[in-house]
């Protein structure tokens, strides 16, 4: 059974002949029943501090678990961004590689293309050489015969077998 201060104040001890002094005891039960209610209020006290830190400590383990569930979060968002400018930028490579290709292909076609006009201007300028050296050669020709004065059937051969196409 629990004692109650009030009961400890209210409680009467029975007399018997030559028992305690009832003055002593009143006083000790009165400074007994004191004590008591301190301690009493004090467990209260403690139990109720005991329970704000149990809910303190519910509180800082929800805090705990959502910080936790959050840098789990954060760390695969981070993995997820790394990966994904790693896909972006192998795909920015790729396409420069192409573009790269494609200027190369295209200089060396321009390349080619020079390199034929190249040689298509110096075949020209051969025949107009080669042409030019006939006119020449076909007038040089006419003067001979003009300033010899020979017979005029040697002079027509002359100026055919000069004015005839020469080389392929």
């Not at 303190?56 to 981070?78: G, I």
């Not at 051969?126 to 030019?132: K, Q």
């Amino acid at each position: 059974m629990r004692l109650t201060p009030l009961d400890i104040q209210n409680h009467r001890f029975a007399s018997r002949w030559r028992g305690l002094d009832p003055m002593e005891v009143e006083s000790f039960l009165q400074l007994l029943a004191e004590d008591y209610e301190a301690l009493l209020r004090e467990r209260d006290q403690l139990a109720d501090r005991v329970r704000g830190l149990e809910r303190r400590v519910d509180e800082l383990s929800q805090n705990e678990k959502l910080l936790q569930d959050t840098l789990v979060m954060a760390q695969t968002l981070s993995e997820d961004l790394k990966r994904t400018a790693m896909k972006e930028s192998e795909v920015m490579v790729s396409e420069a590689e192409v573009k790269a290709e494609k200027v190369l292909d295209a200089a060396h076609r321009r390349a080619a293309k020079l390199a034929e006009d190249i040689r298509t201007m110096r075949q020209l300028r051969g025949r107009m050489a080669a042409a030019l050296r006939q006119t020449i050669e076909t007038h040089l020709a006419l003067l001979d015969t003009l300033s010899s004065g020979g017979s005029e059937d040697a002079e027509a051969e002359k100026v055919a077998y000069l004015t005839r196409p020469k080389g392929p």
